[in-house]
């Protein structure tokens, strides 16, 4: 298995444009997160899917973010307008149930926001 | 307040000894903990899992304890070598949370040859 797949590996953008982020989650698992990774704030959960329905979006930092889930082997995670503060490395996620199962983290996409 | 906490500076031990890493919580009562590396540039890889009522668990060379007393998780290496090298993290699984996991911070480990 390919495991997690996240595109763009890197993306530098200017403040105010807009930004989508891309997953493809292991074939065959019922749950998805998105995480975003700072020095100053760890690793933190914005949303999880569970059979591509969002089920908690409380982290979600304001409304310039945002989440899909259209079928079982896509997300994507949009900002628009993005801001430098936004600069972080997001990863994605995937487990099998919607239990204690380990989570299945992608390589990330380190976002740059100028 | 909620708090996750690990040792926030790093970890710096000589080759073969044993690491132990640090995890207390404050105003959770979580059904799990699990262990994550992370390596730079990479993502989180887990590790291992322990639920509320398990008090160690080993995988190898690894050990983990579950203290729900005293809010507490040790996470031991044991023969450790430089590529044991990287960030530890542990999170928190709550009941009914579909899975959520709260993490900490994270400990830089670094083992010297």
């Known amino acids: 298995d390919a495991g997690v797949i996240q595109s763009p590996r890197h993306e530098v953008t200017e403040m105010g444009q807009e930004v989508t982020l891309r997953c493809k989650p292991i074939s065959g698992h019922n749950s998805l997160f998105w995480y975003r990774q700072t020095m100053m704030r760890g690793l933190e959960l914005l949303i999880y899917?569970?059979?591509?329905?969002?089920?908690?979006d409380s982290g979600m930092p304001e409304d310039r973010f945002s989440a899909k889930m259209p079928n079982a082997s896509f997300s994507t995670l949009k900002i628009q307008p993005s801001e430098p503060r936004d600069s972080a490395v997001y990863f994605c996620?995937?487990?099998?149930?919607?239990?204690?199962?380990?989570?299945?983290f992608g390589p990330g996409t380190r976002l740059t926001v100028t | 307040s909620q708090k996750i906490e690990q040792n926030s500076e790093a970890l710096n031990i000589q080759e073969g000894k044993t690491a132990t890493l640090t995890c207390n919580y404050t105003n959770y009562s979580p059904a799990y903990l699990q262990w994550y590396r992370q390596d730079p540039g990479r993502g989180p890889v887990f590790l291992l899992l322990?639920?509320?009522?398990?008090k160690e668990k080993r995988k190898e060379r690894l050990k983990v304890t579950f203290d729900t007393t005293l809010k507490q998780s040790l996470f031991h290496i044991t023969a450790s070598q430089p590529a044991d090298s990287a960030t530890y993290l542990c999170?928190?699984?709550?009941?009914?949370?579909?899975?959520?996991?709260?993490f900490g911070q994270g400990t830089e480990l670094s083992v010297k040859p």
């Open positions: 999170a928190l699984g709550l009941y009914n949370q579909g899975g959520k996991l709260i």
């Open positions: 996620a995937s487990s099998l149930g919607q239990g204690v199962d380990e989570q299945y």
């Open positions: 322990i639920r509320e009522n398990e």
């Open positions: 899917f569970n059979n591509n329905v969002p089920i908690d």
